[in-house]
């Protein structure tokens, strides 16, 4: 549905922090699917862990925050480079490591989407195991309103 090029217009993120790599399901309003194909050589396994390497919890909670952005962006249809979005609330449950080989897929659903934020629903998952849950709340400012 939106392959790595429709991601990076769309997100605020750049590589090596842009951490979804399809979206798969769109739902305007309502819910969004995607995935990020963990290999190997992802920086962030260089030092957690060396000879265990696993994804770390917070680069998940990103991947859900991300997917949250799209489809909040593909909703209201919104220009990344005259917004910010701050993230004020992750109330998250870790299940299960993810490591390389994994495909991480992050389904999202909204519970309120307003025009200046929202609140989600976020699940991660690896071959239909719950790695991962979270609710996020974010608000979004238009940058020539932001002071910050």
């Known amino acids: ?17 842009l951490l ?3 979206v798969l399901e769109l739902d305007e309003g309502k819910r969004i699917v995607a995935i990020k194909n963990v290999t190997a ?3 962030f396994f260089v030092g957690h862990f060396p000879g265990l390497p696993v994804m770390p919890g917070v680069l998940i909670l990103e ?11 593909k909703t209201k249809h919104v220009d990344k480079n005259m917004v910010r979005y701050y993230f004020a609330k992750a109330e998250i449950k870790f299940k299960a490591p993810v490591v390389p080989g994994d495909v991480l897929q992050i389904e999202v659903e909204a519970e309120k989407m307003l025009s200046t934020g929202g609140i989600l629903k976020a699940v991660a998952s690896v071959e239909g195991k719950t790695v991962a849950e979270s609710v996020i709340g974010f608000s979004v400012k238009n940058i020539r309103e932001d002071k910050t």
């Open 20 to 22: 979804i790599d399809r």
């Open 41 to 43: 050589n992802e920086h």
């Open 63 to 73: 991947a859900m925050a991300q997917t949250a952005i799209v489809l909040y962006a």
């Open 1 to 17: 549905m939106l392959n790595i090029m429709e991601l990076q217009q769309i997100l605020p993120q750049e590589y090596p922090f």
